[in-house]
Structure formats: structure tokens, C-alpha cells
């Protein structure tokens, strides 16, 4: 109890720009661990959402059934977004039969690809402000450490004997901006690093996937689509169902095993 009474006496009596530069910090601080709570049950979710919609699309399922599914929940995120996006697009063009099988491919990749930049963005805000606490912190705290100190030694010119008991509180009331400043600091390093880390992975499934689907798609277009199934295409009030491909299983595709945990 002492200890924390003698850290709050030192923040106290510390000179006005060593305050200043305290209150950044822990301002710096409080910010970095409220992002990376929100960070953590985000990108958490979007894994577990990524492997359910793994589970149910390499479930050898109706496409035009997990269609309807997300568009009843009115959209997804993340991998189930962009398997949207590149469905509606491609039963946009096929309806509309204005363009080659090529262009119709070309153009659900398109749509993918918008949305699996728009997903990756989403997933990648504010880990900049992580990094930049994580790298400015400690320098923050240095200068503040600096100044105190300066401060310190500047006070001898009005003793006529200098003692270490007489630059000493000016000192430790220096340091405790460093402390602070690597307080701020290391939380945000290392959760930047964690959630890179997830991000870039889940960007590297959805890349996979992405061509995934267009391989599918591809071989829906070689087939004609003559006996798949039928799905609306919203916004085309009075068309005609579309054909929309099946299941990657009746579309050729090789099974894949569960996702290790």
C-alpha cells in the first residue's frame, strides 16, 4: 500500500510536461486494451464463423440452399460473405445471359475479391493503432525521463552542497514516465503480433476459398447448368429463377478434410 501511495506522491509532485506526458500514456494505454478486447472477441468470432461455414459448404449441400440461408439472416461476414457476393454475382450474369462462361466467372471473382478486401480491411481496423502505441510508447516515456531528470539537475544551481538525497526524488519521478511508458508499450507489441497473425491467416483461407468456389463455379459453367437448381436473384423483381450451381460435391470437387483445430 505504501508502494502504490509513493508511485501516486511521485506522479504528483513531478513537474507539469512529466505529467502531461504520464496522462499520454496511460490515455495510450487505456486505448490499446479496450482494442485488443474488441480485437480478440472479433477475430475469435470471425475464426469460428470461417470453420461453421467450411463445415456446411464441404458438407456436400444444395449452394443455392446455404444462399438462401445467409441471405435470410440478412448477409454474413467473413468467409460466408464472400461466398455471397460471388454467388449472387454469378446468378446476377446468368440470368441477364449477356456474357461468355469466361466473363460470368470473371465477374463473380470480382465480386469476391471486392468482398474479401472489404472483410480483410473490417478485420485489420485498428491494429494500427496498436503498432503505433506499441512502437511510440517507450520513446514517449524516454523523453518524459529525460525532461524529469534535466529538471532535476537543474535544480542543484540553488544548493551549495549537491547530494544524491537531493536529486533523488527528482529522478524517480522521472522514471516512472519509462515505467509507464513500457507498460503501455509491451500489451499492445505483443497483441498486434497475435492478432497480424490471424488476420493474415484467415486472408490466406479466404484466398483459398475464393479459388475454391471459382473452380466450382468453373465446372458449373462447362456443365451448362442444365438440371442445377434454381435461386432468385434479389433486386430482379418478376425474372426468372437462375440456375445456381449445387454442392462441391455434385460439382466434382474433392472432399476435404475437418480443419485441425
Known amino acids: ?24 500514456l496511460l490515455l495510450s494505454s487505456l486505448t490499446s486494451w479496450a482494442i485488443i478486447f474488441r480485437k480478440r472477441l472479433l477475430l475469435g468470432r470471425a475464426m469460428r464463423e470461417a470453420d461453421q461455414f467450411e463445415n456446411n459448404f464441404w458438407s456436400g449441400g444444395d449452394l443455392s440452399h446455404l444462399y ?18 460471388g454467388f449472387r454475382e454469378f446468378a446476377r450474369q446468368r440470368q441477364s445471359g449477356a456474357g461468355s462462361p469466361d466473363l460470368m466467372l470473371e465477374g463473380a471473382r470480382r465480386a469476391m475479391r471486392v468482398a474479401h478486401l472489404k472483410e480483410i480491411d473490417r478485420l485489420e481496423h485498428s491494429l494500427a493503432t496498436l503498432a503505433t502505441v506499441g512502437s511510440v510508447s517507450p520513446y514517449v516515456g524516454l523523453f518524459g525521463t529525460v525532461w524529469g531528470i534535466m529538471t532535476a539537475f537543474s535544480g542543484l544551481g540553488d544548493v551549495r ?54 473452380t466450382i463455379l468453373q465446372r458449373h459453367t462447362g456443365r451448362g447448368l442444365a438440371s442445377a437448381p434454381t435461386v432468385p436473384v434479389a433486386g430482379a423483381a418478376g425474372a426468372a429463377p437462375t440456375p445456381a450451381p449445387a454442392g462441391p460435391m455434385a460439382a466434382g470437387a474433392t472432399p476435404r478434410a475437418p480443419r485441425a483445430r
Do not use: C, K, W
Open 1 to 24: 500500500m505504501n508502494g502504490h501511495l509513493s508511485l501516486i506522491q511521485l506522479v504528483i509532485q513531478a513537474s507539469v510536461p512529466v505529467q502531461i506526458v504520464i496522462a499520454l
Open 68 to 85: 438462401r440461408a445467409i441471405e435470410s439472416h440478412g448477409g454474413a461476414a467473413g468467409m460466408a460473405n464472400i461466398f455471397e457476393m
Open 161 to 214: 552542497q549537491a547530494t544524491l538525497a537531493a536529486v533523488a526524488p527528482g529522478i524517480s519521478q522521472a522514471l516512472v514516465t519509462t515505467a509507464i511508458g513500457l507498460f503501455a508499450a509491451i500489451p499492445a507489441v505483443v497483441a498486434y503480433n497475435r492478432f497480424a497473425d490471424q488476420v493474415g491467416r484467415l486472408e490466406v483461407r479466404f484466398d483459398a476459398f475464393t479459388e475454391e468456389f471459382s
